[in-house]
T-cell receptor
């Protein structure tokens, strides 16, 4: 059974720092991995989608990497801003009809 | 496009009442997912449709829950009778192609916050 773990559960950093959020999964037979952002009381916004054949994806200040064989992904946020404060969720898709299995999220606070 | 639309945004009801949650897919999408989010269990997939057909409902917690797609752009999730433990945020997501395709992102609606007293 696929399990997704995100570390750390919470992170508080000063504005301007570069930071890394970690995601690990137990079954490496995945089709893709998706990073989402969730603001309090809101839905999920898709940030990056990495196919199983890819190593990384970049969008603006965000870079996500995937090491399928070791069951790990990282989300790198460069020059963090207070507007980046949110919960970041990773989810893997694989097996069967390709359910998305979510981690519990990392709650990020960027303070001025 | 307006994105995935869900209604109502908030619902407060009493135990035993019927609750109906609604979702409108993004135009052109043909895969529909219902999720539930709680503090204890995080985000869980309840059911997934492709081209109006339920493909995987193994996440539906019990017979009190039912979901339908009466047409290609609209879905309902019904709970009857509702119980306090059903209190959660229910999300609908849509995807542009067959849900089994590895290339399809899921796009989420804003959610319905359900409180059952």
């Amino acid at each position: 059974k696929q399990e997704v773990t995100q570390i750390p559960a919470a992170l508080s950093v000063p504005e301007g720092e570069n930071l890394v959020l970690n995601c690990s999964f137990t079954d490496s037979a995945i089709y893709n991995l998706q990073w989402f952002r969730q603001d309090p009381g809101k839905g999920l916004t898709s940030l990056l989608l990495i196919q199983s054949s890819q190593r990384e994806q970049t969008s603006g200040r965000l870079n996500a990497s995937l090491d399928k064989s070791s069951g790990r992904s990282t989300l790198y946020i460069a020059a963090s801003q207070p507007g980046d404060s949110a919960t970041y969720l990773c989810a893997v898709r694989g097996g069967g009809y390709n359910k998305l299995i979510f981690g519990a999220g990392t709650r990020l606070a960027v303070h001025p | 496009d307006a994105g995935v639309i869900q209604s109502p945004r908030h619902e407060v009801t009493e135990m035993g009442q019927e609750v109906t949650l609604r979702c409108k897919l993004i135009s052109g999408h043909n895969s529909l997912f219902w999720y539930r989010q709680t503090m204890m269990r995080g985000l869980e997939l309840l059911i997934y449709f492709n081209n109006n057909v339920p493909i995987d409902d193994s996440g539906m917690p019990e017979d009190r829950f039912s979901a339908k797609m009466p047409n290609a752009s609209f879905s309902t999730l019904k709970i009857q009778p509702s119980e306090p433990r059903d209190s959660a945020v229910y999300f609908c997501a849509s995807s542009p192609g067959r849900g089994g395709s590895s290339y399809n992102e899921q796009f989420f609606g804003p959610g319905t916050r359900l409180t059952v007293l």
